[in-house]
């Protein structure tokens, strides 16, 4: 006799800091290489268009399964960094 079981669930692929640092516009490098110091994992998703009514409003930084972070003006979108957001600041964002 048989019993089936369900495969776990495979992790969401993610990038590589190495490959994430390649998508970010310059002035955010320095910002991700600390969040990487600071021991987060790499984001599930490096820049992604945000889309409202049916078009492209803007681009986010990185996503961590549901939550994103977003340059300036896309609050309605993630958690609005700029390249000196303190690290605690996104660490307590993706945390909670």
């Known amino acids: 006799m048989s019993s089936l079981r369900a495969s776990p669930r495979p992790h969401p692929p993610r990038l590589d800091w190495a490959e ?13 290489q600390a969040l990487q110091e600071a021991g987060l994992p790499p984001p599930e ?10 078009r492209v409003i803007g681009q986010s930084l990185a996503r961590w399964g549901q939550k994103r972070l977003v340059p ?18 996104i660490q307590n964002y993706l945390n909670n």
């Open 20 to 32: 994430l640092q390649a998508l970010l516009p310059a002035e955010y490098t320095g910002l991700f």
């Open 45 to 54: 998703e490096g820049p992604e268009d945000l889309m409202a009514e049916g």
């Open 72 to 89: 300036p003006g896309l609050g309605a979108h993630g958690l609005e960094v700029h390249p000196e957001t303190p690290v605690e600041k």
